[in-house]
């Protein structure tokens, strides 16, 4: 398998090494700058680079990977989809739910592949939860919730693109790190969000930024106005949140919180038992039934996050190897992490699809939409 890149971030940087992991060949890459172009083919032995996107579209090439910022996915995804070729995207799939449930149709309508970075849910203890949920075992969920606190935006911090509504869109918290929760607490209790009530918090909507750190603005201080940085995006979100099936729930996000490296947590009560779990945390499993004390279950040959990532992407290589016919399906991350990929069903979505990546579009909408409206309550558009 022949692989393409287009951006060379973060992001691009994960990809290139799980293709590696995978035994993908890395055979162009495609950035806005030339440079960026060189020194990341020469980082990672890529044959081919520029700034050409027709680089990644060539022939020969069977899979294109998406890490630019958000603003361009869906235009690097529907051209590549349109060249025939199969598309791994970074989340979110898009901005404007319109644009995504396009993206979802061409997608289906391609017969390709197409997979988003909704890594989180290839934690083997987030496979086994989902599969205690799915077995009947604790009965019906009613109650889900959970939190996604990170610190990487508590002041001072880098200025990056993620604070250019023009790259990012025009929500940080929800579409960046909510998207994640979204997708696992849906994946792990098998039931859909419905509606949702939603208030941000923007905490410092003016900053000082020099040197390309952002620092606070204290109260009297005086500051250039050349220096001052507007900032409309939210620092954090909380979300309440009612499901199909009657259950119900909410999710508090922020990116501005000290200490808090990477904790998403979730929590899934059912009719007859309770289970929980945190990605600081990632191989404990904690499982409890009334009376019955809380049972915890160590997963003492489990995975950390370039795991996840990596068991993602050789699922969605083993899916277009198997063929075409198999865009929406997929495979589940425990079997992925243990070797041994076996079919989940018709229906059943192993490597996140496009279909889920515009459901998820709508989801952050409608939080925009609340928050923006007195918290009030929006129902989901399907």
């Known amino acids: 398998m022949r692989a393409a890149l287009i951006g060379a971030g973060f992001a691009g940087n994960m990809h290139a090494e799980a293709l590696r992991a995978c035994g993908v060949e890395l055979a162009a890459v495609v950035t806005t700058r030339e440079e960026t172009a060189r020194r990341f083919a020469g980082q990672w032995d890529i044959p081919v680079w520029g700034t050409s996107p027709e680089l990644a579209y060539a022939d020969g090439i069977d899979a294109v990977h998406i890490c630019t910022p958000p603003s361009s996915h869906g235009i690097y995804a529907g051209e590549a989809l349109r060249r025939g070729k199969h598309v791994f995207c970074e989340k979110p799939l898009c901005f404007d739910p319109d644009e995504a449930d396009a993206l979802a149709e061409l997608a289906a309508k391609s017969g390709k592949i197409c997979a988003l970075t909704y890594n989180v849910r290839y934690h083997m203890a987030v496979e086994r939860a989902r599969e205690l949920i799915r077995s009947g075992a604790f009965g019906r969920p009613i109650l889900i919730h959970g939190s996604y606190l990170q610190e990487f935006h508590t002041l001072p911090s880098p200025y990056g693109w993620r604070y250019d509504s023009e790259l990012s869109g025009k929500m940080r918290a929800v579409t960046e790190i ?96 309770n289970l929980w779990w945190n990605e600081e945390e990632n191989n404990v499993l904690h499982t409890a039934r009334s009376g019955e004390g809380v049972h915890s279950e160590i997963f003492a040959f489990g995975n950390g996050f370039n795991d996840t990532f990596v068991a993602l992407m050789r699922n969605f290589y083993r899916a277009v190897r198997l063929g075409d016919g198999l865009s929406a399906g997929g495979f589940t991350g425990n079997d992925q992490a243990a070797g041994e990929n076996t079919a989940d069903g018709a229906g059943d979505t192993g490597h996140p699809t496009f279909a889920e990546g515009a459901e998820i579009v709508k989801i952050c909408e409608a939080i925009f939409a609340s928050a923006n409206d007195g918290s009030a309550w929006k129902e989901i558009g399907r």
Request: glycine letters at 12%; a negative charge.
């Open 178 to 273: 909510g998207s994640h929760w979204i997708d696992t607490a849906q994946y792990v209790s098998g039931v859909k969000v419905e509606a949702v009530s939603a208030f941000f918090g923007n905490f410092f909507p003016e900053r000082m930024l020099a040197g390309g750190m952002m620092t606070r603005i204290r109260p009297g201080e005086e500051v250039d106005p050349s220096s001052v940085l507007r900032v409309d995006s939210e620092d954090a979100a909380c979300v309440m949140l009612k499901y199909s099936d009657g259950a119900i729930g909410s999710v508090m996000l922020s990116e501005v919180s000290p200490g808090r490296g990477n904790r998403l947590s979730l929590e899934v009560t059912c009719e007859n038992g």
